[in-house]
């Protein structure tokens, strides 16, 4: 990893650590405070740690222009990046995607959407409804190792992570304690639940913590539709398309909604915030990675919507190509942050109680 | 910016901001004159970590009781009785409410501490620390209409007969004045004018730090007492004590300070030990070693630990000067390298046993036949390796204020001066005659903030 971040990171840690006013904060503190020298997996294990909330930006009375300088949630993000980079798996993808995340997704979803669409003009796969466009066999044949693969990669990269900050070996309990956290993004509550500094720099606001929270469970309400429709593929022989009352559509409905208005509010937040608080080269990236939940959401919304009309192959297309997309930059991307966030967690668990 | 202004309050820390919104809760227009920039609001407040807080039962973050009597006897025992126990009864009573008037004005307090200080009872400490209360302060103002100017220096307050007529200040280039019926002086101190400082203190005073902000220069201050407006307290008094000599000339705050000295032995520039380094538990003995620094040769002290005692404090936010001998690292310390081996030796010689060691409590582990003796924690400074830290007086705020009433009115030899207050730093010399307690300046600065605005609105009304 790049010196310079950790030694930046590791300065203003140190000076974080002789005043503790920000003690009540997050996670990140405590953690920190348990240190009196800190060695690189110790800052890569703060950097994933911190959720950005940038409480102690604000609260800090030694920001710039004071000469300590310091910027802790600046210099987490930019560890935090670093690392990521650092432990994906294969590692060049992970830079590239980091520096014009944006170009990529759009290039990605665009390729991808070309790809099902040239599938579609070779002629009917026989099929009904979806399948008339692309067969099962073939999105399966096309999904599953797109499926595989970022799983296998954030695997290794997971390995990495854990032996770079010294983890042990894992508990139910560190696991429960960790998604407890998760659940509720306790990280961005601001330690007394009025939220975070996020979007209008002092003020304490719940609305990345709820816009957030609106994305990651309408995510995994869609992962639970897909699922649902798998099983009732497989197991009970019943293919697509669903009817408003089944299982596929009564959890990707509402999930799909809340993905559209989780990741609009996510961006306009993003854009309302100082993105020198965050890392600046990696603002581009989780732009593109928020445009591109978004476009999944909603394709696959309005696909739901004008599924009988003509405009149908299309949308299933740029549906098809922007999920394709999605899962294989998973490794890449913003998503792996869910990925790293968790082992975090996990590793601030083990800590807590061996402590 | 509405020429109409009730209530000026000239100043923008704890104090201005609790009279400032005080005064537009009950109905007056009020502007408030900060002289820093806006990164920079906030006075000492922006320092400051926690609020001393009187209580029957748990209250707040606050457990057990902390009776205003037993209040009122800690604040005698550091001020050996220089306080106006009128004054000092109604802050300590007031400060009750005020800590629900805290919270419902936006503070957020730390529900418990792991940290060094066992204030729990005492102390309720702010989330986030000083500058997260002013930040929440400054929104509320802002929501309640007062208006805040930034980089505006007042120059003047016209004092006629018993009235103060006009304030003059400087901002955005320009000579401005305003008119208001009423003022609240809120300014602090001015310890951070250096010429002042030496003027009381004489030349040392030029080698001290200032742990505060450097806005503090008693401008107004000066101008009302050249106008006979009455004062309290000693000019040559401040709080000084002894944080890390590395530590910027301003505005070091908090993470300058340096626990390590009970574990130390402590020299001056010639390497001679002057002050028995194990006297109390550090919270307690912090404010002498200011002054004591302050007496040695240019104003520096030398602190000389080994490797046992190194994590034994809170971490230090400079690493310490280390080294493989003691020579070595009076090299790097610039001190006589002979002179210092021989004080260790010496001291080394009169530690006895050291069985009883106890890093947190007074453990009685004396030296022996020494001068100055250590009477706890000596032990001998003999495992490599050596380390050390430099000592420089660091001025926390000055004592020489504005005498004000119980309704934090000012006066002249004449009388009140019938439309100006004064809250917070700026007079807290009337209750804090010498010495410290923690969290009392913001008790202060709450308590007469709120008076002085409350009073200052119901003139103006």
């Given at each position: ?6 030694q ?7 000076i ?6 920000c ?8 953690a ?8 690189d ?15 102690c930006y ?20 930019e560890?935090?990046?670093?690392s990521?980079e ?32 040239t ?24 999904f ?20 770079a900050?010294?983890?042990e ?13 998760a ?7 601001g ?6 500094n ?7 606001s719940?609305s ?32 697509a398309?669903?009817?408003i009352w089944?299982?596929p ?5 509402p ?27 990696a ?30 192959p ?31 967690l ?10 | ?10 100043g ?7 009279a ?29 970590r ?33 306080t ?52 929440a ?6 929501s ?10 007042v ?8 009235r ?9 280039g ?10 609240v ?9 250096t ?8 030349p ?8 505060g902000?450097?806005y ?8 009302l ?22 530590a910027?000339?301003?505005d ?5 300070r ?17 002050y ?25 002290g ?5 490797a ?24 790097k ?16 010689l ?7 060691f ?34 420089k007086?660091?001025?926390?705020f ?15 030899g ?6 100006l207050?004064?809250?917070g730093?700026?007079?807290a ?14 008790t ?15 003139y103006?009304?």
């Amino acid at each position: 990893m790049q010196t310079d971040f950790l030694q930046e990171a590791r300065r203003q840690a140190e000076i974080c650590n002789a005043c503790r006013y920000c003690e009540g904060y997050c996670s990140v503190f405590p953690a920190l405070h348990s240190e009196r020298v800190f060695s690189d997996g110790d800052l890569t294990q703060l950097a994933n740690l911190c959720h950005n909330c940038r409480g102690c930006y604000y609260a800090c009375q030694y920001t710039s222009p004071h000469e300590f300088d310091l910027n802790l949630p600046k210099a987490l993000a930019e560890v935090r990046q670093e690392s990521w980079e650092h432990f994906a798996w294969p590692e060049a993808f992970a830079k590239r995607f980091q520096s014009s995340g944006l170009m990529i997704a759009i290039a990605s979803v665009l390729c991808f959407s070309v790809f099902f669409l040239t599938i579609r003009t070779l002629g009917s796969a026989g099929g009904e409804g979806f399948y008339a466009v692309l067969s099962h066999t073939a999105m399966v044949s096309i999904f599953l190792p797109a499926f595989v693969f970022p799983l296998f990669s954030l695997a290794i990269s997971m390995r990495r992570y854990w032996s770079a900050t010294n983890g042990e070996p894992v508990r139910l309990s560190h696991i429960v304690e960790a998604f407890g956290s998760a659940a509720r993004m306790k990280n961005l509550a601001g330690g007394h639940g009025d939220g975070c500094n996020f979007e209008d720099e002092d003020r304490f606001s719940q609305s990345r913590r709820l816009a957030h929270q609106a994305v990651m469970y309408g995510f995994l309400l869609c992962f639970a539709s897909t699922s649902a429709a798998t099983i009732l593929h497989y197991a009970f022989d019943m293919p697509a398309p669903y009817p408003i009352w089944s299982l596929p559509k009564l959890l990707g409905l509402p999930g799909g909604i809340l993905m559209v208005a989780g990741s609009l509010w996510l961006m306009a937040l993003k854009l309302k915030a100082d993105k020198n608080l965050g890392a600046p080269s990696a603002w581009g990236g989780e732009m593109g990675f928020v445009a591109l939940l978004l476009l999944v959401a909603l394709t696959g919304l309005l696909l739901y919507a004008m599924g009988s009309t003509s405009l149908m192959p299309l949308l299933l297309a740029i549906h098809l190509g922007s999920v394709l997309s999605f899962f294989l930059l998973t490794p890449y991307t913003k998503m792996a942050h869910g990925f790293y966030r968790l082992a975090a967690l996990i590793r601030e668990a083990q800590r807590k109680r061996t402590n | 910016m509405r020429s109409d202004i009730d209530i000026v309050v000239i100043g923008g820390g704890n104090a201005a901001l609790c009279a400032a919104m005080t005064a537009a809760e009950c109905g007056a227009s009020v502007c408030i004159l900060e002289t820093a920039p806006k990164p920079y609001r906030g006075g000492n407040s922006r320092h400051t970590r926690n609020f001393r807080c009187m209580h029957k039962g748990p209250h707040g973050p606050l457990v057990d009781d902390y009776s205003e009597d037993e209040y009122f006897s800690d604040l005698l025992k550091v001020t050996a009785g220089k306080t106006d126990e009128k004054l000092a009864r109604l802050a300590i009573r007031t400060s009750e409410e005020c800590l629900t008037w805290m919270q419902e004005h936006g503070v957020h307090f730390q529900p418990s501490l792991s940290g060094t200080l066992s204030l729990g009872r005492t102390n309720a400490f702010f989330m986030g620390g000083g500058k997260s209360l002013v930040n929440a302060y400054y929104r509320k103002a802002e929501s309640l209409g007062v208006t805040i100017l930034y980089e505006a220096h007042v120059t003047h307050l016209e004092l006629v007969d018993d009235r103060i007529e006009l304030v003059s200040f400087a901002h955005e280039g320009k000579e401005k004045r305003l008119v208001p019926k009423a003022v609240v002086v809120a300014s602090g101190g001015f310890q951070a004018d250096t010429d002042w400082l030496t003027r009381a203190w004489g030349p040392p005073a030029k080698n001290f730090l200032i742990r505060g902000t450097p806005y503090n220069r008693g401008v107004v201050l000066a101008d009302l007492l050249d106008q006979g407006v009455s004062s309290v307290g000693d000019p040559t008094q401040c709080h000084a004590v002894a944080i890390d000599g590395r530590a910027p000339k301003f505005d070091g705050g908090i993470v300058t300070r340096l626990d390590c000295v009970p574990f130390s032995i402590v020299v001056n520039k010639h390497g001679e030990r002057f002050y028995d380094e194990g006297e109390d538990v550090w919270p307690k003995r912090y404010a002498i070693w200011g002054r004591l620094i302050a007496q040695q040769p240019d104003q520096v002290g030398y602190v000389v630990i080994d490797a046992k005692s190194l994590e034994l404090f809170m971490p230090s936010v400079f690493p310490p000067i280390k080294a493989d001998s003691l020579e070595e690292l009076a090299a790097k310390m610039d001190l006589p390298p002979k002179k210092l081996s021989d004080t260790v030796a010496e001291f080394n010689l009169a530690c006895g046993n050291t069985s009883k060691f106890h890093p947190t409590e007074l453990d009685g582990v004396a030296t022996s036949g020494l001068l100055p003796a250590k009477t706890n924690w000596a032990r001998p400074i003999d495992e490599p390796p050596f380390y050390g830290y430099s000592l420089k007086t660091g001025v926390t705020f000055t004592y020489l204020g504005l005498k004000v009433d119980e309704n934090a009115q000012c006066s002249t030899g004449q009388g009140p001066v019938r439309n100006l207050w004064a809250a917070g730093e700026t007079m807290a010399g009337s209750i804090l005659g010498q010495g410290y307690l923690a969290g009392f300046g913001m008790t202060i600065g709450t308590v007469f903030g709120r008076i002085a605005g409350r009073e200052a609105a119901k003139y103006a009304n």
